[in-house]
């Protein structure tokens, strides 16, 4: 993740999707995709549980836990092979297709995902 003087993300996060969907075009406005789809996902046992969700400071305010450890997603190509991938690389390389399968399969309640 890229460090940000006054801590924002947000902007961050839209540059990334922008960047994703500029990368899948091609000169001719095609898109040379190599992912077909996400076709399943798996929890490794080391992701964050939902009663782990929030950090708790000494003061009593909690944080959201930001961290993609523990998911796994088979992704399909376009060759017809499939692969297992570690939710970080996925979703810094195809951050929309994450969000769609994520919000389809109502995982997006998950630490991984809020």
């Known amino acids: 993740m890229m460090w940000i003087p006054d801590a924002t993300t947000k902007d961050y996060g ?8 500029l990368a899948l075009c091609g000169d001719d406005g095609m898109h040379p995709q190599l992912l077909s789809g996400i076709i399943d996902h798996k929890r490794t046992g080391d992701e964050i549980k939902m009663k ?19 998911w796994l997603f088979n992704v399909k190509w376009k060759d017809g092979t ?33």
């Open 52 to 70: 782990d969700k929030f950090v708790i400071n000494k003061f009593g305010n909690g944080k959201l836990r930001k961290t993609t450890v523990g």
């Open 14 to 21: 839209a540059n990334v999707i922008v960047e994703n969907l």
């Open 82 to 114: 499939k692969t297992w991938i570690p939710l970080n690389v996925l979703k810094e390389s195809n951050p929309v297709e994450v969000a769609e399968y994520v919000q389809a399969r109502s995982l997006d309640d998950e630490p991984a995902f809020a």
